[in-house]
């Protein structure tokens, strides 16, 4: 059914979510970010699921966004470029809007929108050895899409930190930020999964649905008007001039004109 996720279900409930293109570190495509917003769907609508695990396949959790799929919305019409950017938004909404338990396993790297999802899970447990970065002003572009929820997951105070430095930080340095809610080593990785696991499928289902909605409406805001104001902001960042200049030189193996070592 999916050519770039699969989704696995247990006898008690709890269904896996993995990012299965390895090849490309699950960098995320416009087919990827497709298929993940069907699948969480899926899983969501699924009521013999009652917890989620989001994980990757492969040595990296996710990469970001796809690079040639970036290099498209350069060539694509304003309209295009709405479309692919609302793609994104969706389906980290349809991550977080998700009314049961969404666990997520990092390792490796989790950069751009690898940030993203690890922050719209309500508990994301990476190993110790893991690195992450919002890369997109490197390249140009801005963390819109991802920010709503990276910001709403982090405060300001914190997101000021890393939001917009594109500097890459450690699996300890993501727990102070309230990225990951622990870091692990490796070996013991499923194991902490399998200890938030355990817990969740204790409650009642209808409860833990209600709670989680609870703490999303008093919580800081994700609503249309601020998706909407992140697809805004993306599209203007592909459409201004230092998108193309950044994509570019990273393609053609050069630095782009901001870089000066």
Avoid at 9 to 38: C, P, Q, Y
Avoid at 186 to 195: P, Q, Y
Wanted: with cysteine.
């Amino acid at each position: 059914m999916y050519e770039t996720v699969s989704i696995e279900r247990d006898a008690r409930g709890v269904g896996w979510l993995w990012l299965d293109r390895a090849e490309k570190h699950n960098a995320m495509s416009a087919h990827m970010i497709a298929e993940i917003t069907a699948a969480a769907k899926a899983l969501a609508a699924d009521d013999a699921v009652r917890v989620v695990v989001l994980g990757a396949r492969g040595r990296t959790f996710c990469a970001g966004g796809d690079l040639g799929w970036m290099r498209e919305q350069m060539d694509a019409t304003p309209d295009q470029r709405r479309r692919e950017a609302g793609a994104l938004a969706y389906m980290l909404k349809a991550l977080n809007d998700m009314p049961k338990p969404l666990i997520g396993r990092l390792q490796g790297n989790a950069f751009g929108g690898g940030v993203g999802m690890a922050a719209v899970c309500d508990i994301a447990i990476g190993v110790d050895t893991l690195s992450m970065a919002l890369t997109e002003t490197r390249l140009g572009l801005i963390p819109a899409t991802i920010g709503p929820y990276v910001v709403a997951r982090m405060g300001e105070a914190k997101a000021r930190r890393v939001f917009f430095t594109g500097r890459k930080f450690d699996a300890a340095e993501a727990v102070a930020l309230d990225l990951l809610s622990r870091a692990v080593p490796e070996a013991d990785l499923d194991a902490a999964v399998e200890a938030e696991i355990a817990p969740a499928l204790d409650c009642a289902p209808g409860a833990v649905a209600r709670s989680k909605a609870l703490v999303q409406f008093l919580g800081p805001r994700v609503g249309e008007a601020e998706i909407d104001h992140s697809i805004g902001e993306l599209v203007a960042a592909w459409e201004g001039d230092e998108a193309p200049e950044g994509i570019g030189g990273f393609f053609e193996k050069r630095k782009p004109r901001w870089q000066s070592s």
